[in-house]
DNA sequence: TCAAAAGTGTTTCCCCTACACCCATGG
DNA sequence: CCATGGGTGTAGGGGAAACACTTTTGA
């Protein structure tokens, strides 16, 4: 209220811990890292690390998310902001956490990469991670479950085409419920955000599906750019 | 991937941004304080400051907002956190933003303060403000809108007990459009989330209105924990 | 010809919307 | 008695939910 001297800056440090979901084998995945050092040594923990001087937090999970996953044009969103005083038991450090969205078959890189310490947990059974992460991570399935209520972000876990099974069965897993097959082809189709490609993809002994692709740009114009950031 | 040295904890301050909502006058106006020193000198900003070491960042939020209004009980909600390298021209500030409701009448208090720099602005109508105030008071303003469709955030704008009309026109208000009446009474009675407290209140030549109060219980218990903490 | 997934319509119900008049009071 | 805001009901349309069978293919 009245002017106080400038507080001095603080020393506390700034990181960005990334929840990456994936969808694979009918099961909701999300990237953990297998810390290095302490503390948490050897305990599971969310891919993140500290933010440079000369890069922006968007940028720093940018980074972050690159060198876990070596994919580019990767859906990635800010989560939430976590400062508890204690929530690393060393030093003080304040963490944004994202969350990210990546199709499976684009990334199968990293699940085969060398002796890294990164590996797909089902969300489901996640371990007790380091830190505060297990909060973090609840929060983003409850992010995710919200947003894929109303906002196209199914189509980021999967590849350009897809067809309407794949689409309902990762809906299917991620909100942990089936959903009545009519119903949500008919919901989605008037969406009009999906494009038939005309193509048909035989999967096994059964009727070949139809193919789709994701329209972005119907899909913004639909939104009048209500949502796009944040929510 | 591979373990990298920890990178030091970089010199990044922390700070906490606020956007003070309050309905009066027939219009959303939101709370900005002159700022007394450089940079952006005598430009009007969000009320905010550094994050102490020993408090966490929802506390220097409530201590900032305490020392900006002297009232308690303020519902405040984490906004979004920003992070641009140049967002600060002379320091790296990294602030978290929030936003907080409260009632016209209960502050009342600081309007009639003394001679500080702290004052209420129409939301409509707010000056250039200093840092990247005014995209913080712009998505503070989308958050306020998309919330108050879904949640029971308005309460928070009004005394303990109100009339459906002051409810109205304070959603009106803030979403700048006209609700018809009808529909709106029946909906938020629907809702089951109002408690008849039996008094009136008589405002001038005409029927006195019936007053209500929020039933936080019964929200709550109504989504089933399912929104609250974010979104 | 069989198994397995793809694809397709209709009915019901509820909620949202649009819309206009009487009521109670103070001056 | 009049001006002012408080308070009330109904009909129609649109989207969500429930529900079962036919089609196409590979083996």
């Given at each position: 209220?009245?002017?106080?001297?400038?507080?001095p800056?603080?020393?506390i440090?700034?990181?960005?811990?990334?929840v990456v979901?994936t969808?694979?084998?009918?099961d909701?995945?999300?990237?953990?890292?297998?810390?290095?050092?302490?503390?948490?040594?050897?305990?599971?923990?969310?891919?993140?690390?500290?933010?440079?001087?000369d890069?922006?937090?968007?940028?720093?999970?940018r980074r972050?998310?690159a060198?876990?996953?070596?994919?580019e044009d990767?859906?990635l969103?800010q989560?939430?902001?976590f400062?508890?005083?204690?929530?690393?038991p060393r030093?003080?450090v304040?963490?944004v956490?994202?969350?990210?969205?990546i199709?499976?078959q684009?990334?199968?890189?990293?699940?085969?990469?060398?002796?890294?310490?990164a590996?797909?947990?089902?969300?489901?059974?996640?371990?007790?991670?380091?830190?505060?992460?297990?909060?973090?991570?609840?929060?983003a399935?409850?992010?995710?479950?919200?947003?894929?209520?109303?906002?196209?972000?199914?189509f980021?876990?999967?590849?350009?085409?897809?067809?309407?099974?794949?689409?309902?069965?990762?809906?299917?897993?991620?909100?942990?419920?089936p959903?009545d097959?009519?119903?949500f082809?008919?919901?989605?189709?008037?969406?009009?955000i999906?494009?038939?490609?005309?193509r048909?993809?035989s999967?096994g002994?059964?009727?070949?599906?139809?193919?789709?692709a994701?329209?972005?740009e119907?899909f913004?114009?639909?939104t009048?750019?209500k949502?796009?950031?944040?929510?």
């Amino acid at each position: 209220m009245i002017d106080s001297p400038p507080t001095p800056p603080s020393p506390i440090a700034v990181a960005v811990d990334i929840v990456v979901f994936t969808v694979a084998d009918e099961d909701l995945k999300v990237l953990l890292i297998k810390r290095g050092v302490a503390p948490y040594k050897d305990a599971w923990a969310l891919p993140g690390g500290f933010v440079r001087e000369d890069e922006s937090v968007d940028d720093a999970a940018r980074r972050e998310l690159a060198e876990e996953t070596a994919v580019e044009d990767i859906y990635l969103e800010q989560l939430y902001t976590f400062g508890e005083v204690d929530r690393d038991p060393r030093d003080r450090v304040v963490t944004v956490a994202y969350f990210a969205l990546i199709d499976a078959q684009s990334v199968q890189i990293l699940g085969g990469t060398d002796a890294s310490q990164a590996a797909w947990h089902s969300m489901y059974a996640a371990p007790e991670l380091a830190f505060d992460h297990n909060t973090i991570l609840e929060l983003a399935l409850r992010r995710l479950r919200y947003k894929l209520e109303y906002a196209p972000v199914a189509f980021q876990l999967l590849p350009e085409e897809f067809t309407l099974s794949q689409l309902q069965a990762t809906y299917e897993v991620i909100l942990s419920q089936p959903l009545d097959k009519r119903n949500f082809r008919r919901k989605i189709l008037n969406l009009g955000i999906l494009r038939d490609t005309g193509r048909t993809r035989s999967d096994g002994p059964h009727r070949p599906a139809r193919l789709y692709a994701f329209r972005q740009e119907r899909f913004e114009q639909a939104t009048g750019g209500k949502v796009i950031f944040s929510f």
